[in-house]
């Protein structure tokens, strides 16, 4: 990213300097218009998508330096003045370097594997989990995994949520007092009967019960089960102190098993 915005910076320098020495006070040289528009189009094309991507570089800033080089591209045709040209390039320069370049040399340093999280979670259809897995990929990028991994849980259970509420709450309370009678085999360690009749109230249900009767009701399978709790155990050692580490490949994994078991697994559409 750094590269591409110093060779765009020199560029622009090139540009402006070009034009300085034109003694008309209108540009109407072809060459001249062409790389201007070469400038202007490649900041659109290849520059501003890929530094929406780093979260030091702020929407409002890549909007304001986007209108610029919109007045550029536009300036691109024949014969606009050269003073036009020299106010637009100038007010580029102007704060470039420390808008952009500085925002990214400056940017913390995540693992491959954590920039990673961009492409495995693109594409999710749920605006409200959107919403926590955008915050989870940026506190990633700054290195704050442990939020990270909390935001991600969140994503996961608001979706195990919202399928038992389009099952219906009663085959999650009767499967829940079937479990807790149970005498022998698997869900003989379950003692924890609930009954529920809305989100609210199910969002109270403590997460490993929930996951014990997602079990029950044969959403998930012990394995799946045994992979979920991890994932909420991450959860919980993220929330609060501790002295275990969380490190880029625990994320990678945590955030592995929440995307194939719950977040893009069919039963749990909703």
């Known amino acids: 990213m750094l590269t591409k915005l110093r060779d765009l910076h020199r560029e622009l320098s090139r540009l402006k300097a070009e034009i300085s020495k034109e003694t008309g006070t209108r540009i109407s040289k072809l060459g001249l218009r062409k790389r201007a528009e070469d400038v202007a189009t490649s900041w659109f094309s290849g520059v501003a998508?890929?530094?929406?991507?780093h979260h030091t570089v702020g929407a409002e800033t890549i909007q304001r330096y986007s209108e610029l080089f919109m007045k550029l591209?536009?300036?691109?045709?024949?014969?606009?003045?050269?003073?036009?040209?020299?106010?637009?390039?100038?007010?580029?320069?102007?704060?470039?370097h420390d808008d952009l370049d500085l925002k990214i040399q400056t940017e913390?340093?995540?693992?491959?594997?954590?920039?990673?999280?961009t492409e495995m979670l693109a594409g999710l259809p749920n605006p409200e989990e959107d919403s926590y897995l955008r915050e989870a990929i940026g506190c990633a990028s700054q290195g704050w995994l442990r939020a990270a991994a909390v935001l991600g849980w969140c994503a996961a259970i608001d979706r195990i949520h919202r399928c038992i509420e389009r099952i219906g709450f009663d085959k999650f309370n009767n499967t829940s007092q079937q479990m807790a009678a149970a005498n022998s085999g698997r869900f003989k360690r379950f003692s924890s009967p609930v009954r529920v009749s809305s989100l609210s109230e199910l969002r109270e249900v403590f997460d490993s019960n929930v996951l014990?009767?997602?079990?029950?009701?044969?959403?998930?399978?012990?394995?799946e089960h045994t992979r979920l709790r991890?994932?909420?155990?991450?959860?919980c050692q993220s929330g609060h102190p501790g002295n275990a580490p969380v490190t880029e490949y625990n994320l990678l994994s945590f955030f592995s098993d929440i995307?194939?078991?719950?977040?893009?697994?069919?039963t749990f559409t909703v």
């Open 49 to 53: 998508p890929e530094i929406a991507e």
């Open 73 to 96: 591209l536009k300036l691109s045709r024949p014969n606009n003045r050269k003073t036009s040209y020299a106010e637009v390039l100038g007010a580029i320069l102007k704060t470039y």
């Open 108 to 117: 913390p340093r995540i693992a491959k594997e954590v920039s990673a999280l």
């Open 212 to 223: 014990w009767i997602l079990e029950g009701m044969l959403l998930i399978d012990s394995n």
């Open 230 to 235: 991890s994932c909420f155990e991450l959860r």
């Open 259 to 266: 995307n194939e078991i719950v977040l893009r697994n069919s």
